[in-house]
C-alpha cells in the first residue's frame, strides 16, 4: 500500500509541475536555383551599375525569400517583380538575424538582406518561385577608374552572368572566357555561364571609343546569350538492359499567346508515359502524341517533320502579355542506339544541345568514364549524378560509361 501511496503522489506531482520548455523548431532551410545576374556599369567615375537579378525560390511551401546585399556595397532604387505574373511584389531590407530566422543558414547578424514576399507559397515537389530583383548598387572597390579605362572587378558566384559597358565604351579585356555581343542601344555586353564549382574572377576593362555605331549589329537576330537560357534537362537512367531513361526537361515560355510546347522524338526513340506541370503553380498541363501531318497542324513552322516523326505536344494556358510561365515534362524514353549494356559495361552516347545537363546512374553502377568534363555527386538514394553545363552555343557529345559494384 505504501508504495502504491509513493507513485500516486509522483504522478500527481508531475501532473502539476511546470511543462519543459519547447524546442526550437529551425526554419526550412532557403533554396534556391537558375540565378542569371546582369550587371549595367553606369556613368564612369559614380561607381555604380545597375543590377538585374533573376532567382528562383525553391523551398517548398516558402512564402518570402530573402536576397543578401553584398557588405560594402550600397543598395538603393530597388524594386522587386514576380516574373510568373509580371507584377511588383513587396519587399523590404532586413538584418541577418530576421533572414537566419526565415531559413538562411549561417546569415551573419551584421549583414542586410531585401525579404521579397513571394506571390504565392513555392509549390512542392520541385515548384518554383520565380523572382526578379531590380537594384542598383554603389561600390567603389568593384567599378572604378585607372586613368580613362574604366575597370569592373568583382568575383562572381552565380553560374549564369553578364556585364553591360557604358555607352560609347569598347572592350579591352576580360578575364573569364564570355560571349561579346552588342545590345539593341549599341552597348557591349559580354555574357558567360561558369561551368567552374569556384566564384569566376572577372576583371573587364573598358575604355572610351568615340563614334562607336549605336545601332545593332546586323547579326542580332542570329545571336543569342547563352547565359541568359535555362533550359535544363535531367536523365534518370534505368537498367542498362531496358535501354530506357526517365527524364524531365524544364522551359520558360515567355512569349505572349503561347500555349503550346511541341517535344520532337527523336529519330530512333520513342516516348512513352508523359506528364506536365506547371512549376509556377503546381498544376498539372494536358498532353498528347502527334505523328506527321498532325504535328504540323498545330505547329506549322516545326522544322524536320516526316510522315513517321512522332512528338509529345503539351498545352498550357496561353502566356498573356508580360508574363511568362516555367513548365516541366516529363517522359521516359527507350533508345536501344544510344543507351546500351556492351558486354558488362553500361554506355550512354548523347549529344546536348542544353546549357544544364544531368545524368543519373541506375543505382549499383559504378562510373568508369566520362567523354566531357562534369560536376559529379552522390544522390540522396545513393546513385551517381554527373551535371554537365555547356556554355557553348553548339552541342557537346558525351560518352559515359559505368559498371556493376561488385556486391
Known amino acids: 500500500m505504501a508504495h502504491l501511496t509513493w507513485a500516486?503522489?509522483?504522478?500527481?506531482?508531475?501532473?502539476?509541475?511546470?511543462?519543459?520548455?519547447?524546442?526550437?523548431?529551425?526554419?526550412?532551410?532557403?533554396?534556391?536555383?537558375?540565378?542569371?545576374?546582369?550587371?549595367?556599369?553606369?556613368?564612369?567615375?559614380?561607381?555604380?551599375?545597375?543590377?538585374?537579378?533573376?532567382?528562383?525560390?525553391?523551398?517548398?511551401?516558402?512564402?518570402?525569400?530573402?536576397?543578401?546585399?553584398?557588405?560594402?556595397?550600397?543598395?538603393?532604387?530597388?524594386?522587386?517583380?514576380?516574373?510568373?505574373?509580371?507584377?511588383?511584389?513587396?519587399?523590404?531590407?532586413?538584418?541577418?538575424?530576421?533572414?537566419?530566422?526565415?531559413?538562411?543558414?549561417?546569415?551573419?547578424?551584421?549583414?542586410?538582406?531585401?525579404r521579397v514576399e513571394l506571390g504565392r507559397p513555392v509549390p512542392g515537389d520541385g515548384g518554383e518561385g520565380r523572382v526578379l530583383i531590380d537594384k542598383t548598387y554603389e561600390d567603389a572597390k568593384s567599378y572604378y577608374q585607372e586613368g580613362d579605362v574604366i575597370v569592373f572587378d568583382r568575383p562572381l558566384g552565380n553560374k549564369r552572368n553578364a556585364v553591360v559597358l557604358p555607352a560609347g565604351y569598347e572592350l579591352v579585356?576580360?578575364?573569364?572566357?564570355?560571349?561579346?555581343?552588342?545590345?539593341?542601344?549599341?552597348?557591349?555586353?559580354?555574357a558567360f555561364w561558369n561551368n567552374t564549382p569556384a566564384e569566376a574572377p572577372l576583371v573587364v576593362k573598358a575604355r572610351p571609343a568615340p563614334g562607336l555605331p549605336s545601332s545593332p549589329s546586323s547579326l542580332a537576330g542570329a545571336l543569342v546569350e547563352r547565359a541568359w537560357q535555362n533550359r535544363e534537362i535531367a536523365y534518370f537512367l534505368q537498367p542498362p538492359e531496358t535501354h530506357s531513361f526517365d527524364l524531365y526537361h524544364d522551359y520558360t515560355e515567355t512569349r505572349p499567346g503561347?500555349?503550346?510546347?511541341?517535344n520532337i522524338v527523336r529519330a530512333g526513340s520513342t516516348a512513352s508515359k508523359p506528364s506536365a506541370r506547371n512549376l509556377d503553380t503546381g498544376q498539372p498541363l494536358k498532353w498528347e502524341m502527334l505523328k506527321g501531318d498532325a504535328i504540323l497542324k498545330v505547329s506549322p513552322s516545326e522544322k524536320g517533320v516526316t510522315p513517321e516523326t512522332e512528338a509529345v505536344v503539351f498545352r498550357f494556358d496561353p502566356v498573356k502579355q508580360g508574363e511568362s510561365a516555367r513548365l516541366r515534362f516529363f517522359e521516359t524514353y527507350t533508345d536501344p542506339e544510344r543507351y546500351k549494356l556492351v558486354g558488362d559495361e553500361l554506355v550512354w552516347h548523347r549529344a546536348f544541345g542544353r546549357p544544364l545537363n544531368s545524368v543519373v546512374l541506375p543505382a549499383g553502377w559504378v562510373l568508369t568514364n566520362s567523354s566531357v568534363p562534369a560536376t559529379i555527386r552522390q544522390t540522396d538514394d545513393g546513385r551517381t549524378r554527373l551535371e554537365f553545363i555547356n556554355p557553348r552555343a553548339d552541342e557537346i557529345d558525351v560518352i559515359v560509361t559505368a559498371r556493376r559494384r561488385p556486391a
Open 173 to 190: 579585356s576580360c578575364s573569364y572566357p564570355a560571349q561579346v555581343l552588342q545590345e539593341a542601344d549599341g552597348r557591349i555586353k559580354i
Open 8 to 114: 500516486m503522489t509522483i504522478a500527481a506531482s508531475l501532473a502539476t509541475a511546470a511543462p519543459l520548455p519547447a524546442q526550437p523548431v529551425e526554419p526550412p532551410r532557403q533554396t534556391e536555383s537558375d540565378a542569371y545576374t546582369r550587371y549595367e556599369l553606369l556613368a564612369p567615375g559614380s561607381h555604380a551599375f545597375r543590377i538585374i537579378y533573376e532567382i528562383t525560390a525553391s523551398t517548398p511551401g516558402a512564402t518570402a525569400y530573402f536576397n543578401p546585399i553584398r557588405p560594402g556595397s550600397i543598395a538603393t532604387d530597388e524594386s522587386v517583380t514576380d516574373r510568373a505574373t509580371g507584377k511588383r511584389l513587396p519587399f523590404g531590407v532586413v538584418s541577418g538575424d530576421v533572414a537566419k530566422a526565415g531559413g538562411v543558414r549561417g546569415a551573419a547578424p551584421g549583414n542586410q538582406y531585401i
Open 258 to 262: 503561347v500555349g503550346v510546347y511541341v
